[in-house]
């Protein structure tokens, strides 16, 4: 069961706190998520996940450029470079005494996040979990990192508001952004003995490796749709239904060149002829690329989209291109019945795919 919801605004981080940008951000969405839940119960099984890809990446370029110019480093710099910071601040500040993880797994963080925390309630160790993912990947490095590998947008400068365009035929790469998401994640049985307002559940997760293929090529990566249909498919077997149940898809839809018309040659592949029945979105037109972010920013999308009956429009598009003919929600949010939400992640360089699925509560309840 998701409940709680929210990325943490700019003005909430202090300029002055010795902690790591990354990790303000993490505690600031963290808060909010635990104060939407309303928690009422002991802390001793209440588990903490956190999906970062870079972990604090400025930090670790503030260092190198401190010893470059013989300056002294603080002695906290070790801990506040620390990819697991940000899991140990959150638990420490609210008490958290349940098991703790980090995972980093590049972009599907987020997505990896949220399985391992459904893992651990059906395997009874946690009664709940604060999971999400944290990024602040806006550093010189890594942008010009991204550069090189002409993964970024280039024509919309001076408009960077419509650069984010998935499924358009304009565009032209990724947008980089940054943020955090957290939600709590409750046993069914739980949630219902406390009266829990529930947004959705997540009912089914799945990650899937590719296995033997060339090493990375930036500029020509395999289009392989298979890996990533066998992923969708683990995850809606595992939340137990079929393709024909889906109300909605909540894509990767990154801007990419590349894996825009894999992901829509893959969701041809899996719901077949009546592919275009299902309305599809994708919320990086409007966020940005955010890294591991941004599966936790779809969970709480899908949650929230369930909950309220509106899928989300995908903004910035002005001719889809022909390979990623799909039934793209533009313009204006659907208002709609949503049962079964499927996402998608597909992690850099398409080595590995995620996907999960979110269901509104059955009609008699919350259910497992």
């Given at each position: 069961m998701v409940a709680a919801v929210s990325d943490p605004p700019a003005q909430a981080?202090?300029?002055a706190n010795p902690l790591p940008r990354g990790v303000q951000l993490a505690l600031h969405a963290a808060r909010l998520a635990w104060a939407d839940a309303g928690w009422d119960g002991p802390h001793d099984r209440v588990a903490v996940v956190v999906g970062t890809g870079l972990g604090n990446l400025d930090v670790v370029e503030d260092a190198h450029l401190r010893l470059v110019n013989s300056q002294r480093l603080s002695a906290a710099t070790g801990f506040r470079?620390?990819?697991h910071a940000a899991a140990c601040e959150i638990a420490c500040e609210l008490d958290l005494r349940g098991p703790i993880q980090t995972v980093t797994s590049g972009c599907n963080s987020g997505a990896d996040a949220l399985g391992l925390a459904l893992d651990w309630l059906r395997l009874g160790r946690a009664d709940a979990v604060l999971v999400g993912g944290t990024e602040a990947e806006l550093t010189a490095g890594f942008l010009g990192a991204m550069s090189a590998a002409r993964a970024l947008s280039r024509s919309h400068n001076d408009a960077p508001e419509e650069a984010s365009r998935p499924f358009d035929i304009d565009r032209d790469g990724n947008v980089p952004g940054e943020g955090a998401g957290f939600l709590?994640?409750?046993?069914?049985d739980r949630a219902r003995a406390r009266h829990a307002r529930v947004y959705a559940r997540l009912s089914g997760f799945a990650n899937q490796a590719v296995g033997k293929r060339p090493s990375y090529n930036p500029f020509a990566p395999p289009l392989d749709i298979a890996p990533m249909v066998r992923t969708?498919?683990?995850a809606l077997d595992d939340s137990g239904i079929t393709p024909e149940e889906v109300s909605t898809v909540s894509a990767n839809g990154s801007s990419s060149v590349f894996y825009d018309p894999l992901e829509a040659a893959a969701i041809w592949a899996l719901f077949g002829a009546d592919t275009l029945c299902y309305p599809v979105h994708s919320i990086k037109s409007m966020l940005g690329q955010t890294g591991a972010v941004t599966p936790a920013l779809q969970a709480i999308s899908a949650a929230l989209t369930i909950h309220h009956g509106l899928i989300p429009p995908t903004i910035n598009i002005g001719r889809i291109e022909p390979r990623c003919a799909l039934n793209v929600v533009q313009g204006q949010a659907l208002r709609v019945?949503?049962?079964?939400?499927?996402a998608n992640a597909i992690g850099f360089g398409g080595y590995y795919y995620a996907?999960?699925?979110?269901?509104a509560e059955p009609p008699g309840g919350i259910s497992d």
């Open positions: 981080l202090d300029g470079a620390f990819a709590v994640v409750e046993h069914p969708m498919r683990a019945e949503v049962r079964h939400l499927l996907a999960a699925v979110y269901s």
